[in-house]
């Protein structure tokens, strides 16, 4: 729940739904009188209903801010200003929710007709005549599940008539991308924080602190908060963060952080501007603009200049939030299997002069699959095929021996901490502090999203292991990588032609193909690049390059 701060903040109680919804006749809602004064938006609202009229326009918008940016009083104030004859349906998932039960139960209960189905929900809205305007608070709470997906299936397959807005903390996983959402409105923090006029109606409407002053500068309180409704409410005027917002923002902004994230904004929180070069030598660590694109992107907690989303949460970690505890100082050791085999300590490459080739191979095979066990078995056969199993097995123990007294020089015997036997298999242990391309890769291409997509691509600096050649025990899990990175740059070019950046996704196709050159869709989103670019003739030239691939698999050329 984003709590009674953000419902409030745009003065007006939370707005949120009970489940409830009807045909309006005047557009007006049948306000309480104990709710605070009314701080309309209309220059928001505007965006969010524009005029049936408006031609190319998409079905969809989005409110991504953190809490308390007056998103719920926001989907509130459109219900009440959708016109006469408007039916308003709501949805609110909750924590926890992953499929589409809940989904579909609001949408029978609200609009009988539609049967309690999607196909349904759409059939009955194109049927109506009238517009239905669909309000999805809290959309975060589904983040990456099938019901996130319904949401945007009714987007996509939405008829004449059907609006769609929805609310989160997080930037949906939602192809924007597609010819149906294409000019979709999407609000973040920069559009929803309050501007000096809208921050002194607010003091006066809620008597909650000082109003700007005349000659038009802001007071201090006003500065830490930025526009940040939630907390120029929770400030009422007071200079510093007190415990009711102290108790906000760590219950509402900060817990449902991953504890990573949360974790490196207290380290970092001594900087104004965050840059990834300042960030790392903070805190030590190699992945900085990884995390600032979270931030950034998803999150919304930081501008995209690397300025805090409002003073007041970078005053409030550094006097409130301790660092995690500092864990036990270990040597700075990176460990890269992209584009060639290395493993560093402290900036320098490990000695491997006195390490036999097979107990090398064995470290590789355990370094692409980072903290896994594999099985002794898999390794004999790997590394010694068709030695008896007994000549195998202790061949196997010498590696291994020689393996941990170059990891481990200084470790006591009997008590090895990174090549660890797990019964009949062995892994390599690697911590959190160490800087390990394939686990960052496995985790950007998991987060997703245009900051994981261009984390994933950073990490991807060639093919796994290639020294190894065809041996057996690395083909699978290199084309496996290689089919990952791909796609990865075939993602982020369409998220670039989205935001209208089509040098970006000319580079990113490039990259795709770089990986990959047999990807139809590549290619094809090269030469849209390039032509939205204004460059007819690097278009040209990779249409050329199109007909050559197809040549050399036997095809004949695409028609233009």
């Known amino acids: 729940m984003t709590g009674q701060a953000d419902g409030q903040a745009g003065g007006q109680a939370d707005g949120r739904a009970d489940g409830r919804a009807g045909e309006r006749a005047d557009g007006q809602a049948d306000r309480g009188q104990d709710r605070p004064p009314v701080l309309l938006r209309e220059r928001l ?32 104030q459109a219900a009440d200003r959708a016109g006469p004859g408007t039916r308003v349906v709501r949805w609110q998932p909750c924590r926890g929710t992953t499929g589409t039960d809940s989904l579909l139960s609001a949408l029978g209960r609200q609009l009988p007709e539609s049967g309690g189905t999607v196909e349904g929900f759409l059939r009955a809205c194109g049927g109506r005549g009238r517009p239905v305007l669909l309000l999805v608070d809290d959309l975060h709470q589904v983040h990456g599940t099938p019901a996130e997906a319904a949401v945007e299936e009714l987007a996509l397959l939405a008829p004449p008539g059907l609006r769609v807005v929805a609310a989160g903390r997080r930037r949906p996983l939602i192809n924007l991308t597609r010819r149906e959402l294409a000019g979709t409105t999407v609000l973040g923090p920069a559009e929803l924080r309050f501007g000096p006029a809208e921050t002194a109606r607010l003091h006066v409407a809620t008597e909650h602190g000082p109003a700007a002053a005349a000659d038009g500068h802001t007071t201090a ?6 526009g940040w409704p939630a907390a120029l409410l929770l400030l009422g005027g007071a200079p510093r963060p007190g415990p009711l917002a102290r108790a906000y923002l760590d219950r509402e902004v900060l817990a449902p952080l991953p504890a990573a994230l949360r974790s490196f904004l207290a380290q970092v929180s001594a900087l104004p501007v965050l840059t990834p070069e300042r960030c790392d030598a903070v805190t030590g660590r190699t992945d900085s603009d990884w995390l600032l694109a979270e931030l950034t992107e998803d999150r919304a907690l930081l501008t995209p200049d690397g300025r805090w989303v409002a003073p007041l949460l970078r005053l409030h970690l550094q006097g409130h939030l301790a660092p995690a505890p500092t864990a036990p100082t270990l040597p700075a050791t ?102 390990c391309d394939v686990r960052q890769f496995d985790q950007a291409v998991a987060q997703g999203g245009r900051a994981g997509l261009r984390r994933a691509l950073s990490t991807y600096t ?53 990986i990959d050159p047999f990807r139809e869709e590549a290619w094809q989103l090269l030469i849209t690049a390039h032509r939205r670019n204004g460059d007819p003739a690097a278009a040209a030239r990779s249409r050329l390059g199109h007909a050559r691939m197809l040549h050399s698999l036997g095809l004949p050329p695409a028609t233009p």
């Open 334 to 435: 990176t460990l890269r299997c992209f584009g060639g085999f290395q493993l560093g300590r402290d900036g320098r490459l490990l000695d491997w002069g006195l390490t036999r080739p097979r107990a090398r191979a064995l470290l590789r095979i355990l370094a692409i699959q980072p903290n896994r066990p594999v099985h002794r078995e898999i390794l004999m056969e790997s590394l010694w095929p068709g030695r008896p199993p007994a000549a195998a097995g202790r061949s196997l123990q010498v590696a291994v021996s020689s393996l941990r007294a170059l990891l481990e020089p200084g470790a006591a015997r009997g008590t090895p901490q990174l090549l660890q036997r797990l019964g009949e298999a062995y892994q390599l242990r690697v911590p959190d502090q160490w800087s």
């Open 462 to 514: 060639g093919d796994l292991l290639p020294e190894d050649g065809p041996a057996e025990w690395v083909v699978e899990r290199r084309e496996h990588y290689r089919r990952e990175a791909a796609e990865a740059a075939l993602a982020l070019t369409r998220l670039e032609l989205l935001d209208g950046a089509p040098a970006a996704a000319a580079q990113t196709a490039a990259r795709s193909l770089e």
């Open 221 to 226: 309180p006003d500065e830490l908060a930025a």
């Open 45 to 76: 609202l505007d965006r969010l209903l524009p005029r049936p009229a408006d031609a190319g326009r998409s079905p969809l918008a989005l409110l991504v801010a953190p809490a308390g940016f007056g998103k719920s009083t926001l989907l509130a």
